[in-house]
């Protein structure tokens, strides 16, 4: 069986010198010096192992993962966490049910959460353990102070984190995202958040300045220390730098496999590969590390829109953004160019060499460039292929694919529908689809019409409300539109302030919430 262990947690620039366990890790988030916390060590899963994972729930197999991964808290505790975190509040009993598309083409359906888009995998389980956390640590250390968790999205993260956090003791929570770079439908769900600790800007500037700004402020510290004094707050955070992010996305990969094993879409041991529609390398990275736990995972193809910085990384070993514009593409949450975890990925892959990382980091930050070393590139070349797909062929993917089976897929899933078909080999795909299609209606309408990806909508659509127009393309697709997002147009808007997306403009804006 699962050997638990006392696991504790290392960071990536190899700057931390105490060996935190893994509920402080997702308190603290971000690692002193800027680096990313992994564990210290990634338990082993034989093929018994994973097929003892066969007869239980999804939240059963969840806390099976976290106690082997020798999470800090008792495990009657985390069968209860992740009770609440993956129960009802899922549309699907299955959780994250899987549908055969195409032949060899499996959907992974990570949208079934009251969000509709997969982050809600990992946030309704975060905040449970981050509440969990700060009353271990006021049991053992006898001091609660309060958590302002920083969120910077490009659009899904910010309502996933929302919902989350919503009225959970001991945090409040800033959202920031770039003002005109998200969906109606993103937008409006943010601003009808409900919550008294819960607080929504929209910056100027696009994702990656958000983003910088927002780390920024965590290591500002005069700004932490001021936070602390007048507030009695500490900063974390909730985007996928957080580890607390990374472990929910383990199990979903490793509980896919067990299914599709157990079900017979494969035999226990075969083969699969996963392809993932890639932003910020989180979600593609869980599969790297279910991989590296025994989960028989093949390669890991990894899809990019326009924006394909990751493509062009992961097949030429240089990552370059010194001459790269940053496009606006049908499937937001993948419009990045500073990928974040993709810092995990080089450490673990360089034998956790954080000096290395740090060097390259610099070098990303003042070159806008660096290039891996031939060793660390043909271990990237073993595990990852890469392509892309361009705006146009994201929708008529969207299109070919309900035409010929009657499946309705998002911009984001089909950008990886599509870089499966082209790179599928003789494995089974496992295809992580990361948003339900009513979030981005409008290019799912313009998808099903051949309407071009930035051409107006015809006047009668265009008068619609983004739900308005779900519903129509619903009734007619023979689909449906999710609770959470069929409820938004009755809501009251509670945030609408746009703000500068500088450190002072973000730092400015949280002092005039806080008071
Ligand atoms: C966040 C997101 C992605 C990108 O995931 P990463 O973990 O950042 O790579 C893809 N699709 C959707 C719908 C998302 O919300």
Redesign the pocket.
């Known amino acids: 069986m699962l050997q638990p262990m006392m696991n504790t947690y290392m960071d990536t620039r190899g700057l931390n010198a105490d060996n935190p366990a893994f509920s402080d890790v997702i308190v603290k988030g971000i690692a002193p010096g800027g680096g990313l916390f992994v564990p210290r060590d990634i338990p082993h899963l034989t093929l018994d192992d994973l097929k003892a994972l066969a007869p239980l729930s999804y939240p059963q197999r969840a806390a099976a993962i976290y106690k082997a991964f020798g999470v800090d808290f008792p495990d009657q505790q985390i069968e209860e966490l992740m009770a609440g975190a993956y129960a009802d509040n899922f549309d699907d009993p299955a959780i994250a049910p899987i549908k055969e598309v195409k032949p060899g083409l499996h959907v992974l359906e990570l949208w079934h959460g009251p969000t509709s ?3 809600d995998m990992a946030l309704q389980c975060l905040p449970r353990f981050f509440s969990a956390a700060v009353e271990k640590q006021a049991a053992e250390q006898g001091s609660a102070h309060d958590y302002l968790i920083l969120v910077a999205t ?4 910010g309502k996933a984190a929302l919902a989350g956090f919503a009225d959970r003791p001991h945090t409040k929570i800033a959202v920031f995202y770039p003002h005109g770079g998200v969906s109606d439908i993103q937008r409006l769900q943010m601003a009808t958040q409900r919550g008294d600790n819960v607080m929504v800007f929209a910056a100027r500037g696009n994702f990656d300045d958000c983003q910088t700004s927002v780390k920024r402020t965590f290591n500002d510290e005069k700004y932490n220390a001021q936070l602390a004094a007048r507030h009695e707050l500490r900063l974390s955070s909730a985007n ?1 730098i957080s580890w607390g992010r990374l472990m929910p996305q383990i199990v979903y990969y490793v509980s896919s496999y067990v299914t599709m094993a157990s079900r017979g879409d494969i035999a226990f041991g075969d083969p699969i590969d996963v392809c ?9 990275l869980g599969a790297w590390y279910a991989r590296t736990m025994g989960t028989p995972i093949e390669h890991l193809l990894c899809a990019s829109n326009e924006n394909r910085v990751l493509t062009d990384f992961l097949t030429t070993g240089t990552y370059d953004i010194s001459d790269r514009q940053f496009v606006l593409t049908p ?1 937001p ?2 419009d ?1 160019l500073v ?1 974040s ?1 993709v810092e995990r990925q080089l450490f673990e892959l360089t034998d956790r060499d954080g000096s290395r990382i740090a060097e390259w980091m610099r070098q990303l930050r003042e070159n806008r460039r660096f290039t891996l070393d031939p060793e660390t590139f043909s271990r990237i070349q073993e595990v990852y292929r890469a392509d892309s797909v361009d705006n146009a062929t994201c929708l008529a993917t969207i299109r070919e694919v309900y035409e010929e089976t009657g499946y309705l897929l ?1 911009p ?1 899933s089909a950008v990886a529908f599509k870089v499966a078909e082209r790179l599928k080999g003789d494995n089974p795909v496992l295809v992580a689809s ?2 339900h299609w009513a ?1 981005f209606g409008a290019n799912v309408f313009r998808a099903l019409h051949g309407i071009a990806p930035d051409a107006a909508l015809p006047d009668k659509v265009a008068q619609l409300s983004g739900i308005e127009l779900d519903r129509r393309i619903a009734e007619k697709a023979g689909s449906y539109v999710p609770a959470g997002l069929d409820e938004l147009d009755a809501l009251p808007e509670r945030f609408n302030q746009v703000i500068d997306g500088s450190l002072d403009g973000v730092e400015g804006a949280l002092d005039s919430w806080l008071g």
């Open positions: 888009a997969f982050k490009s659009g899904d993260t996928s993932v529609p890639t932003g910020n390398f989180g979600n593609i499937s949450s993948m990045i990928s975890n998002d984001h990361t948003a979030k």
